[in-house]
């Protein structure tokens, strides 16, 4: 009989080995869903995990990792703040919706006026958008006790029908012939987030995400709030007793990560997305708390954890070209990751035992 044992102490060894477990199991188990498939499982695994870094077009699809790790770190990092208090902001999609209207709608608003300011008024619309869609949620918990889970999860879904009325209605390209979406971004100057060195990817998204990772480490380990984060996720009552006010730092926290979802949809819209359209969000908001709980809600472990989620989203959508995996077959795949992430953290507190427990 196989039962679980808790442990005296949370094993530190384990709650390292946890993410490399994960990422091998995963890859183990979509192999298998590769093969089930009647694809090749170790050409499946290769395509997407060596292609994109040492292949034929590696010179072009490394500074895709940029590009598509940049939203899910930036993203992860405000998310893990609140995460590590114990609050679970589960609506970054629409946060990230919310800031990439905001700042195409401050840059459309301009058009076509040329300026240098027009961009660092997109970025701030864009941060205020994404921040205030997530004081909904943190206001109603705060006023009213609502669980932010909730409230935050179906928000998007609004979000996502403020995307459809934009694209078809307010910011909608009156020169497109009908056609939903707004003006390319990417062909108005003022308003276009372009690479800083030209084919690199490196845009000021990108930028942005790594200034995240140092500040959020800065916070946790040498500011007084980030101790106060982290005391109340591992001691609520202890918090208490030290004087934290939990609504304060549930403002903070989903605060925060709004603002960066909402930084992150702006960065994006004005840059590799170029429009407003229906289709704009792709699954950042939600493929970021992988990211989070991946980098063990550590700014650096996020940081390597973005860069491996965005090599799989590369490395999926060249196995869809070249092998004919279904677009479906990629995100289980994505998917498996966080599922055998939570499975093996349990191993993090409890340890594996064969035989009856022992009667008192």
């Not at 289980?332 to 594996?352: E, H, P, S, W």
Request: contains cysteine; proline residues 5%; positive net charge.
């Amino acid at each position: 009989m196989i039962r679980l044992e808790k442990r005296p102490q949370p094993s530190r060894a384990w709650s390292m080995a946890t993410p490399l477990v994960a990422v091998l199991a995963t890859m183990i188990a979509g192999g298998l869903l590769f093969a089930i498939l009647g694809k090749d499982p170790v050409e499946a695994i290769r395509t997407i995990f060596w292609e994109p870094l040492f292949g034929e077009f590696a010179f072009y699809y490394r500074p895709q990792l940029l590009i598509k790790g940049g939203p899910l770190v930036l993203i992860a990092i405000g998310l893990s703040l609140g995460f590590r208090a114990g609050i679970w902001n589960i609506g970054a999609e629409g946060q990230y919706i919310m800031g990439a209207l905001f700042g195409a709608g401050m840059g459309l608003a301009f058009y076509p006026h040329e300026a240098w300011y027009i961009f660092p008024l997109m970025v701030l619309a864009g941060a205020f958008g994404g921040w205030l869609w997530a004081m909904i949620p943190a206001l109603l918990k705060v006023r009213f006790g609502t669980n932010e889970i909730l409230v935050s999860l179906m928000l998007v879904y609004v979000a996502e029908q403020f995307l459809a009325s934009m694209s078809l209605g307010l910011l909608k390209n009156p020169e497109g012939f009908g056609f939903p979406g707004s003006r390319n971004l990417q062909q108005y100057e003022s308003a276009h987030n372009a690479d800083l060195i030209a084919g690199s990817g490196m845009h000021w998204g990108v930028v942005a995400a790594f200034i995240a990772v140092i500040f959020t480490y800065v916070l946790l380990n040498r500011h007084m709030l980030g101790y106060q984060i982290r005391l109340t996720g591992e001691a609520p009552r202890a918090a208490r007793f030290a004087g934290v006010k939990p609504a304060r730092l549930i403002l903070f926290c989903l605060g925060a990560s709004g603002m960066l979802a909402g930084l992150a949809g702006m960065f994006e819209v004005s840059g590799p997305s170029g429009q407003v359209s229906i289709d704009f969000n792709v699954g950042y908001g939600f493929t970021a708390i992988i990211v989070a709980f991946l980098g063990r809600l550590h700014p650096v472990g996020i940081l390597l954890a973005g860069g491996l989620m965005a090599l799989t989203y590369i490395g999926g959508d060249i196995a869809q070209s070249n092998m004919g995996l279904p677009s479906a077959a990629i995100q289980v795949f994505q998917g498996m990751l966080l599922f055998f992430l939570l499975a093996f953290d349990l191993l993090t507190n409890f340890r594996l035992r064969l035989g009856k427990p022992e009667v008192a």
